[in-house]
């Protein structure tokens, strides 16, 4: 197979390295970390969301956008528990939560990037190299960027759906503008995950590479993303039983699964583009951080002791110089 920027690998050489740099990065372990990190930074960010509303009347139209648009993605569980949070807030502003739901809010979700920060210099096997207040800054500045992309995403298809159906209504197809932006809705809302996690492999890493829109891993992770959202939402909904297993925080195991799987699908994107990096000509090596520069020997490289050593006898023997029978620089 043929990859952008000219590099090839065949397909099952291409599983084969992604299992392999699964295995060695511990990319179970890191969206476990980012999925409790994420529902840690959930209900702050809805309490600070609600609070606005004393102040900035849209937020309410807002934030029954976001109710509409989660119960067309999120298991009825999950967003049962949100909702409820949310309908004894909304109507009760709490002016002093501003301030400490929005401290509360950067923190908590910044420690879930600086975490998705830590597993793609994993995947390109560097260690970091900025300082911590560079990294804390990164962190800091990622969350707030993903909040307003939020928002904006959901301004603009509150005001482009209102706008459209005006002008759809005045030349007599509103019926068929509803259906149309029905649909539109969808892929709306792949392009601003797409940009996410655009965003987040081009920022976050310690390496230096161009900022592209359009990437596989983008690609592949939102398409996964909505697929793996859609299915386990069906499966939550008709054959899962974790009210009964989990009684009265079935809810919230629901929500922390969900977190769980979107962490892990965009954390295997950020290996995706990595393989691909690494086999183009002009590409960088594993453990460069810049296209032309030698990688330091593998003894100084993060792969030197692979995060899950500890849980596979195979990336451990990886750390020791590669598994027998394999040729040294098949990495690169």
């Not at 792969?303 to 500890?310: F, H, I």
Request: positive net charge; charged residues 15%.
């Amino acid at each position: 197979m043929r990859f952008p920027g000219g590099g090839r690998m065949r397909f099952r050489a291409f599983l084969k390295r992604l299992y392999e740099e699964y295995e060695n990065d511990a990319v179970a372990d890191s969206a476990a970390s980012l999925a409790y990190y994420f529902v840690f930074a959930a209900f702050p960010f809805l309490f600070f969301l609600t609070t606005l509303t004393a102040y900035v009347p849209y937020v309410r139209q807002s934030v029954d956008t976001i109710l509409t648009r989660a119960h067309a993605l999120l298991p009825e569980q999950a967003v049962g528990l949100v909702e409820t949070h949310l309908r004894g807030l909304v109507e009760q502003p709490r002016p002093r939560l501003l301030t400490i739901g929005l401290l509360a809010t950067l923190y908590s979700a910044s420690r879930g990037v600086d975490a998705l920060r830590k597993t793609l210099n994993l995947a390109y096997d560097v260690k970091e190299s900025r300082k911590w207040w560079q990294t804390e800054l990164v962190a800091f500045g990622m969350t707030i960027g993903g909040a307003v992309l939020v928002l904006i995403s959901i301004a603009l298809l509150t005001a482009g759906g209102s706008a459209g159906f005006w002008l759809a209504r005045k030349v007599g197809i509103a019926h068929q503008y509803v259906l149309v932006w029905s649909w539109l809705r969808w892929p709306v809302t792949a392009l601003a995950m797409m940009l996410c996690a655009a965003l987040a492999y081009y920022v976050l890493p310690d390496v230096k590479q161009k900022f592209k829109f359009i990437t596989p891993g983008s690609v592949i992770g939102t398409l996964v993303w909505l697929a793996c959202t859609y299915g386990f939402s069906v499966y939550a909904g008709h054959f899962g039983s974790y009210n009964v297993t989990y009684g009265s925080i079935g809810g919230v195991i629901v929500l922390l699964t969900w977190f769980y799987l979107s962490g892990f699908v965009f954390l295997m994107g950020g290996e995706v583009n990595a393989i691909i990096e690494h086999a183009a000509p002009d590409g960088k090596e594993s453990g460069a951080r810049a296209p032309g520069e030698v990688p330091p020997p593998r003894s100084e490289r993060p792969s030197a002791v692979p995060a899950g050593a500890a849980d596979s006898a195979a990336a451990a023997a990886r750390s020791k110089g590669g598994i027998p029978g394999e040729p040294q620089g098949a990495h690169r």
